[in-house]
């Protein structure tokens, strides 16, 4: 099981124009030493021109941080931004053609929802992390997901495998204790964070996680 502190990984909203830049800048001030990666996911937009544009600041503010700016969905979009990473879901690509495109040094990430198969599959596969979910209901994940992913889906991995494990789906400050304890090494957020106060909800957050920690170490101390 993992020593490291669980960390904070941010999703963005689908729409991050007008004020987010700023917004994320003010989360990303408050989730210092917490928030260690952000999610460019923007639906809906086929231009890589506008999507490039929308990304740029954000990607700015994650270098002013030093925090890890990952796209999702997208091989092409990642190579043409230099970003740290680019996170893959089951049709978006396989994670070795990934590497060969994007080179050793970005981030791989993979969706394999509920499936211990999947991520066994993706880490053979030269997958950086795996992301487990939706774990609650969730405005962002697929609700025709059937099945949901488990404590035990989560101590299973970190129990076996280096390779470290993000929890996503519903996840808020009052929900997300089970799964830091249970050996998530990021829990992924987005709408809670983005729907309200994003510095009082990064701060929730953190506090949330350090005491889920605490309990953790004194567990397996």
Known sequence: MSETPTQLYLISPED????????????LAAGKGTVTAFQFRVKGVDDQHRLADLA????????????????NDSVPLAKRLKADGVHLGQGDGDPKEAREELGRDVQIGVTCHASKHLAM???????????????FDSTTKDKGEAERPTLETLEWWSGLFEIPCV?????TPGNCGP????????????????????????????????DADARKAAKDA
């Open 16 to 27: 991050v124009d007008g004020a987010f830049p700023q917004r994320l800048e003010r989360a």
């Open 56 to 71: 740029k600041p954000l990607q700015a503010a994650c270098a002013a941080h030093d925090v890890a700016f990952v796209v």
């Open 121 to 135: 599959e993706a880490g053979e596969a030269g997958a950086d992390y795996v992301a487990f979910g939706a774990f």
């Open 167 to 171: 929890a996503i789906g519903g996840i």
């Open 179 to 210: 799964l830091v304890e249970a050996g998530a090494d990021f829990i992924a957020v987005s709408g809670a964070v983005w729907n309200g106060d994003e510095v009082a909800a990064v701060e929730a957050f953190a506090a949330a996680i350090a």
